[in-house]
């Protein structure tokens, strides 16, 4: 919730209560809760991008998915897809849930890789719930010299 005073037209049910705001929230009513939920699981997919001599390496924290259930992509020759769905634990009519913090649902990262990548040789493992997707580099071409001689 946004934490705008109440000049935008939110009422405060307790001035000294900051948990009691009822303010105005510009994004109120364009989420349902599920789709909230959604949103979350789909930015939720960490990952780190590091760049060494030889080529990018992407690494993925996806925990509790099988490589099934991932996808690795190459789009339009320099663009890196990683998507998949993690899906909703069944519920039980019986179950009480206490807490439920775990997302589910889809997620997607996209990332413009530099001229160097060689995308057709792109490689990834999963292992322990972290993907590793290795993108080799060109070699880095050298500029040719041509020493010339000097008249006179």
């Known amino acids: 919730m946004s934490l705008v005073p109440s000049l935008f037209g939110g009422r405060r049910s307790n001035v000294f209560d900051p ?6 929230d510009p994004f109120e009513g364009l989420f349902t809760p599920s789709s909230a939920r959604d949103v979350a699981a789909f930015t939720n997919a960490r990952v780190d991008w590091k760049e060494t001599p030889e080529a990018h390496v992407f690494k993925a924290d996806l925990p509790g998915l099988k490589k099934e259930e991932v996808k690795v992509e190459v789009e339009d020759k320099n663009i890196l897809q990683i998507s998949g769905e993690r899906s909703k634990e069944n ?12 997302g589910s649902g889809k997620f997607m990262r996209r990332f413009k890789l530099p001229e160097n990548a060689k995308m057709e040789e792109v490689k990834a493992t999963m292992e322990n719930g972290v993907l590793t997707v290795m993108v ?7 500029p ?6 000097i008249s006179g």
């Open 19 to 24: 948990f009691s705001l009822d303010a105005w």
């Open 91 to 102: 519920e039980e009519k019986n179950d009480k849930w206490h807490r439920m913090e775990r």
């Open 136 to 142: 080799p580099k060109a070699p880095e071409k050298k």
């Open 144 to 149: 040719e010299v041509k020493s010339i001689d």
